[in-house]
């Protein structure tokens, strides 16, 4: 493995709970496991700092960071205003024949949860075909470069959104009729309905949020209140 294979793995692992917020990292034991030196290790650990990921204290080691919850309220708030205004550019383009693609991604995620997989395995497919279900409109709207922002912005987020896959099949199917309405809003050219389908998406999942993190036995800073289940924007005037 070369050093983006190791950092990438590392990165996943870390954002697929593999390796447990608070869990100590040796350094030591990465260089014999991925058999590189040092100096590559150093700098793949010093990477993942810089994206909050991994937190240095001297004299005592590496460490996983914890799952700030309080940063979801931001995350959230920003994906719903540029995802509602990204979609409501895609109505403006009339780019409709470029959404085969988004149909295809609700088909598999539904294949997915329907299939044998252990719920880890789902977690993990479901959270991919998740995250390309919402490129790919940023993809038709031709605004590429603000998922790529939104994504460097969520390592904690996407921990999060893997432990709310880790549910039962039932919840994850709501996930996949969110999306199909949220396809609809955009065939339909509903802007009202776009507004209400993603506030739905965004922050309803987050609602057994505690529960979850308690059943999974997952280290957090703080936890999550019910004003989340209340957060509104108005949307109306934002323009890309």
């Known amino acids: 493995m070369n050093y983006v294979d190791i950092y990438n793995e590392i990165k996943r692992d870390i954002i697929l709970l593999k390796i447990k917020p608070g869990e100590?990292?040796?350094?030591t034991e990465l260089t014999k496991k991925y058999k590189i030196s040092r100096t590559p290790i150093r700098d793949i650990i010093k990477k993942l700092e810089?994206?909050?990921?991994?937190e240095v204290r001297p004299q005592k080691g590496t460490f996983v960071t914890l799952i700030d919850v309080s940063m979801l309220y931001e995350i959230m708030f920003l994906r719903e205003v540029l995802e509602i205004a990204v979609a409501r550019e895609i109505i403006d383009l009339g780019n409709f024949d470029n959404l085969m693609t988004v149909k295809l991604i609700i088909a598999k995620q539904r294949h997915i949860i329907e299939s044998d997989l252990t719920d880890e395995e789902r977690a993990e497919k479901f959270l991919d075909l998740d995250d390309e279900f919402h490129e790919t409109l940023f993809h038709v709207a031709n605004k590429s470069f603000l998922w790529d922002?939104?994504?460097r912005a969520k390592p904690h987020y996407y921990r999060v959104r893997y432990l709310l896959n880790l549910r039962n099949k039932p919840d994850m199917l709501v996930v996949c009729d969110q999306h199909?309405?949220?396809?609809?809003?955009?065939i339909n050219k509903s802007h009202e309905s776009l507004k209400k389908d993603y506030?739905?998406?965004i922050y309803e999942g987050v609602k057994d949020l505690n529960k979850i993190i308690d059943n999974k036995g997952i280290n957090t800073v703080n936890r999550i209140g019910k004003e989340v289940e209340t957060v509104e924007?108005?949307?109306e005037?934002?323009?890309i």
């Not at 100590?24 to 350094?27: G, T």
């Not at 199909?180 to 955009?186: N, T």
């Open 199 to 201: 506030h739905g998406h």
């Open 233 to 235: 924007f108005d949307s």
């Open 50 to 54: 810089n994206e909050n990921l991994l």
């Open 24 to 27: 100590s990292i040796s350094e």
């Open 180 to 186: 199909q309405k949220i396809l609809d809003a955009i």
């Open 149 to 151: 922002v939104i994504s």
């Open 237 to 239: 005037s934002m323009m």
